[in-house]
């Protein structure tokens, strides 16, 4: 640490290397263990280069400032809710009396105001901050993934993050692919033994198109899928210092300089180690939604709330099918007005309905059950 602090300008290279040290340890001790912590080798040289552009591109700032700057933005993106305060603190206690202003990006912000405003989305303040941490995050690194359960905003974030960089003056667009939807020799390519021939795979076809981009133009390579050490681990290469694929005839195609490879992923639970440490920052998601607060001049109807799923889907589609069947001497019901009335009562106050051999049941969600004879339905 205190060669490559030495190296990059910084006067007191000494010290510096001493906080980065204590920083990295405790740590390593004192934050939870999560699979996507990497706190090695690849880590502290990720976070050296950084130092080493912001000594340069801010020169009149101090060395301390610098460093605190650069170990806080680039850790944070990572750590995950409960983390953050704690780290944030030991920083604090390892550079006493620093205060450090927030980077603002006005250009940036502009387009990415502008960009949401055309989607239709909401520029949620976490949502945004992401967007600025991804940002930040694509400045120095080749290798980015955005972790996080579906419906998270990752999607979003990465297309309103382009458009907005595409409207600053800085084109960019993407090409997408699951990689768990296809094998293996199917995404990276396949080899004929009988007449020695090769045939590209989707990825390798990809990343030989990035080469070929117009001048100016940026690239996210995106694989949308779940992560398999299937096809991950072939990526190895890519992900470090070295950023060559290297197909199995042979070829070794470098990685195009405006390229950029994200990973939109759920979990990370069958990634390596190595896979881990090659990827660097990543950008966790927060899991939980904030309730949204009704307005209180009117009460919304409870069916125009209910979010589809598997349960009240296939509830609605079996009272539906028995509605249809029109069967009355086996039993099943189409519902009368007296019914009608009945059935969105239960929806109202959140029960079930189910059919019995001669009655009907209404349950409610505190097991409480109300009986309704058959007389107050048409058989």
């Keep these: ?27 390593e001790e004192q934050l939870t263990k999560q699979v996507h912590y990497d706190f090695g080798l690849r880590n502290i040289l990720s976070v050296l280069r950084t ?97 996080g359960p579906s419906g998270s905003g990752k999607t979003a974030v990465i297309t309103i993050l382009m458009r907005a960089m595409t409207e600053c003056g800085y084109p960019h667009r993407e090409m997408r692919m699951n990689p768990k939807a296809i094998t293996a020799p199917q995404m990276f390519g396949k080899l004929d033994t009988a007449t020695n021939d090769w045939t590209d795979g989707i990825f390798s076809t990809l990343w030989r198109k990035t080469l070929k981009a117009k001048k100016g133009e940026n690239i996210f390579l995106v694989l949308d899928g779940p992560v398999d050490a299937i096809w991950i681990e072939n990526l190895n290469s890519v992900l470090d210092d070295n950023k060559t694929l290297t197909l199995a005839n042979g070829d070794r195609i470098p990685m195009s300089p405006t390229c950029k490879l994200l990973f939109e992923v759920h979990n990370i639970e069958n990634a390596s180690p190595a896979t881990v440490s090659r990827m660097g920052d990543w950008e966790h998601w927060n899991k939980k939604v904030q309730e949204y607060v009704y307005p209180t001049d009117s009460v919304p109807e409870y069916s125009s709330i209910l979010v589809p799923n598997v349960d009240n889907v296939r509830t609605q589609f079996l009272i539906d099918t028995i509605a249809k069947q029109h069967k009355g001497d086996t039993g099943s019901i189409c519902l009368c007005t007296e019914a009608s009335r009945i059935w969105h009562w239960a929806i109202e106050h959140l029960v079930i309905i189910y059919i019995a051999e001669q009655q009907t049941i209404v ?10 004879t058959q007389e107050q339905c048409i058989a």
């Design 51 to 147: 130092l080493g552009a912001q000594k340069r591109a801010r020169p009149d700032d101090s060395e301390l400032s610098t460093v605190m700057r650069g170990l806080r933005d680039m850790n944070l993106s990572k750590l995950v809710d409960e983390d953050e305060p704690l780290f944030l603190s030991l920083i604090n206690d390892l550079f006493p009396g620093l205060v450090l202003d927030s980077n603002t990006y006005v250009e940036l912000q502009a387009a990415v105001a502008n960009q949401v405003e055309e989607a239709g989305l909401i520029n949620h303040p976490p949502w945004n901050l992401k967007l600025v941490q991804l940002y930040e995050t694509s400045k120095v690194r080749h290798g980015l993934m955005t972790l």
């Design 363 to 372: 349950a409610d969600i505190l097991s409480r059950d109300v009986t309704i």
């Design 1 to 27: 640490m205190r060669v490559k602090l030495a190296s990059c300008g910084f006067i007191e290279n000494i010290i510096l290397a001493q906080k980065f040290f204590v920083l990295y340890k405790l740590c």
